[in-house]
Structure formats: structure tokens, C-alpha cells
């Protein structure tokens, strides 16, 4: 049974830190690309970062360029997002994305909240 679970969530106060993990199971994770995605109310699901599979690759929307950083640990089956200067923009659910070469498995989402 395959699992993405995001936790890390909560809320910040702007210029805040957050680390997000998904922790992934069911699937043999070093194969898969990991991206995480976001989406505010009324938005559509935005990408937000991207890493490849041996963690050696990585690319961010303009976003959250010099604010967030992607990781990932193949050992432990888990992929993080490292997010610094949180700004209210950055409100949204936060989720975690695997993709393969013919399948991809999305997780249940963390809710960011940055408000002061």
C-alpha cells in the first residue's frame, strides 16, 4: 500500500521557519522524483520544488528560490522541505509528490498557516 505522509505544518508568524517531511512507504522511493506542490484557497495546485532521485538535482519555482530548500533522505524514505522568510503568501496546504517512470502518488497535504 503505497503512503506519502506530510507533517511539519502549522502556524508561523511571517519571517518564520518551517521543515516539512513526507515520510513514503510502499514504493521504492530512491526510483521515484519527488516534488513538493501547494495550493492556496481559491488557487490552483502550484509546484513549488522539485528533487531527483539521488538528491543531486534540484529546482524550485521563483517563489521559493533562496527561501526553501528541498532534501531528501533515501535511507529513511523521506523527502523535506526547509522553509525560511515565510511570508503570508506562503499560506496554503503543502503536499508532497512522487513521480515514476509510469506511476505518481500524491500525499494527503499539511496545512502552512504564516499570520501574525
Known amino acids: 500500500q503505497v503512503q506519502l505522509v506530510e507533517s511539519g505544518g502549522g502556524l508561523v508568524q511571517p519571517g518564520g521557519s518551517l521543515r516539512l517531511s513526507c515520510a513514503a512507504s510502499?514504493?521504492?522511493?530512491?526510483?521515484?522524483?519527488m516534488n513538493w506542490y501547494r495550493q492556496a484557497p481559491g488557487k490552483e495546485r502550484e509546484f513549488v520544488a522539485f528533487i531527483g532521485r539521488s538528491g543531486g538535482t534540484t529546482n524550485y519555482a521563483n517563489s521559493a528560490k533562496g527561501r526553501f530548500t528541498i532534501s531528501r533522505d533515501n535511507a529513511k524514505n523521506t523527502v523535506y522541505l526547509q522553509m525560511n522568510s515565510l511570508k503570508a503568501e506562503d499560506t496554503a496546504v503543502y503536499y508532497c509528490?512522487?513521480?515514476?517512470?509510469?506511476?505518481?502518488?500524491w500525499g494527503q497535504g499539511t496545512q502552512v498557516t504564516v499570520s501574525a
Open positions: 510502499g514504493f521504492t522511493f530512491s526510483t521515484y522524483v
Open positions: 509528490h512522487a513521480a515514476g517512470p509510469r506511476e505518481n502518488y
